[in-house]
């Protein structure tokens, strides 16, 4: 089984000076997602998995079209919800996030004010992971270590997501425990491809990365995080 997670290409946060909510991608972004898609046209996916917001859906159109494949939205994929900003100035995010970068480690769980709390993010992910799993026949065999009943064989599944998400995810699969920094922990970037895959065991399947934030399909100039 190998589980590609795709992070959305960049988003316009701010227009004219406002913060945006629930963002198009920018100019640059709508290119990253084209370039994106043109390097995944090629592969061939059981299914692909799309968060709910606008962002990931502009990511996702493009590859769906190379891929001739049908719009799928899976809400548990949405990113952590950030405090409804919009229409207000961009110095008012900027504030809140000088805010978020001044809390002790232990304290920075909260989350932005107004915003989802962390921890609550990450017991939303790990719960739509474990469905998502248990919905492809695996479980979880008895005991601490992050292994499950055997996974599909040659099953091939794309997830649109985001970095928050993805992160969690990566986090979920490998049995790490999740900090409430996972975007800094694990630097993805915009149209980014990372690759999990599962490994046999000799009581069920466990998961590897084998890559992660792959960006070689866009040049420098339109790299961004």
């Excluded at 290409?9 to 290119?31: F, I, K, Y």
């Excluded at 049908?70 to 900003?85: A, F, H, S, T, Y």
């Excluded at 990450?122 to 005991?143: A, H, S, W, Y």
Aim: with cysteine; net charge negative; charged share 25%.
């Amino acid at each position: 089984m190998e589980i590609t997670l795709i992070r959305h290409a960049e988003p316009e946060w701010v227009r004219d000076g406002l913060n945006v909510d629930n963002p198009p991608l920018t100019s640059r972004g709508h290119e990253q997602a084209r370039l994106l898609a043109l390097s995944l046209r090629e592969e061939v996916f059981d299914e692909v998995l799309v968060s709910p917001l606008l962002r990931t859906r502009q990511t996702a159109e493009p590859i769906l079209d190379v891929l001739g494949k049908d719009m799928v939205i899976e809400p548990w994929l949405e990113e952590i919800r950030n405090p409804i900003w919009h229409g207000t100035p961009v110095e008012r995010a900027e504030a809140a996030y000088r805010a978020e970068r001044a809390k002790t480690s232990l304290q920075r769980w909260t989350g932005l004010d107004g915003g989802e709390h962390v921890g609550d993010f990450v017991q939303r992910i790990n719960l739509g992971c474990k469905l998502f799993l248990e919905e492809r026949g695996m479980t979880p065999l008895d005991g601490d270590l992050p292994v499950w009943t055997n996974a599909p064989k040659d099953k091939r599944i794309a997830l649109v997501a985001h970095a928050g998400t993805n992160s969690v995810v990566i986090c979920h699969l490998l049995g790490l425990p999740a900090t409430p920094w996972e975007w800094e922990r694990f630097v993805i970037g915009h149209a980014s491809v990372s690759r999990i895959v599962s490994l046999d065991m000799k009581d069920g399947s466990s998961f590897g990365v084998t890559r992660l934030s792959h960006l070689e399909h866009l040049p420098e100039r339109l790299r961004t995080y």
